[in-house]
């Protein structure tokens, strides 16, 4: 069948529901992934004004092609590779069908990224992208692109394998996005910070099912330990919600949650807990985002959210706060205005339609806000 996607058209053997390209035994494409899509087309438009030396593009586990066309006809010099020869074969046809330039290879993608250099690399596999995390950051000059599907483990709802493949403590809060996010940005940037590069996150958001994040790479080690030093852990507490966090490799937990007493405290660490974005770079993003592009007003509302994000460690969810608290919910704009109204920071964060950021307490939470039926 054929599918037109952000101004270009392509062949697909078929369309159907997945976690993500490349998923199963057959070479299809992914109709759920065309906000990431989207939101790809528009950060390598950003990315190329920021920086305009970035020229060539690895997509590293091609499948249909859909991504490294779509990136081709950005005038980037594509290279699309895949395990499947069909994968291939498709990829090099759909590049040809849209009178584009670039190579279509049948190489496994460590081996491709170990052997060459490119500017961007974009890591969009079946579940964890940790196989291929060191291969993209040992030679990769500029960007590096990443999408993890696997948010159970992420998150901390099948923590054993969290552990195994993130090499840190997930644990499964009611932020449970978030969570996932930052486990995966703190073994992306220790993976980075081996090679004695800096990976810093310049976009990143959380999606249905899945996280995804964009780094720019920093060759310079003091920088690689500038972002080591953001790693730290998080204390949340399973009754009042309360949460705290701290930096370092070191856990200092509570004995007991400072705000109720409580011992049931969560310790989940270290993951990244400094900025996941660069909000200055997601405006530009959003500003990237044109009317081709199939997914155009759910790119730009998330963008603009992105951009406009408290940087907090975590977020909170107002409807599991109003049912800890037996209230009913208010709007979220009224929530969140409350709380500035008291005089806190407080935004909508983009995982969910109920979360937010503040740096008020619980406590502080519910004396600001009202009950919505009173």
Known sequence: MDVREGGVEVSVPGARDGASEGSGDDVFYNPTQELNRDVTVATLRAYRERDDR????????????????????EGFDVTC???????VELARRNLARNDLSGEAVHRDANALMHDSVFDVVDLDPFGTPIPFADAAFANTRDLVCVTATDTAPLCGAHQKSGIRKY?????NTDYHPEMGLRVLLSALIRTAARYDKAAVPVLSHVTRHYARTYLELDGRATKADELVEKLGHVYHCEDCL???????????????????????????????????????????VREHVTEEMGECKRARSMLDTVAGELDRPTHYDQHRLCKLWNRSATSMDDFVAELREAGYEATRAHYSGTAFKTDATIAEMRAATTDGDG
């Open 54 to 73: 970035a020229e060539s593009y690895l997509d590293a586990m091609a499948a249909s092609g859909i991504r490294g066309v779509r990136a081709a006809a």
């Open 81 to 87: 590779a895949d395990l499947d020869e069909e994968a």
């Open 167 to 171: 090499s840190t403590l997930p644990q």
């Open 242 to 284: 309360e949460r705290d966090h701290e930096f370092g490799l070191v856990a200092h937990p509570p004995d007991d949650c400072p705000a109720c007493g409580s011992s049931r405290t969560l310790v989940a660490g270290p993951i990244y807990l400094g900025p996941v974005c660069d909000p200055a770079f997601a405006r530009s």
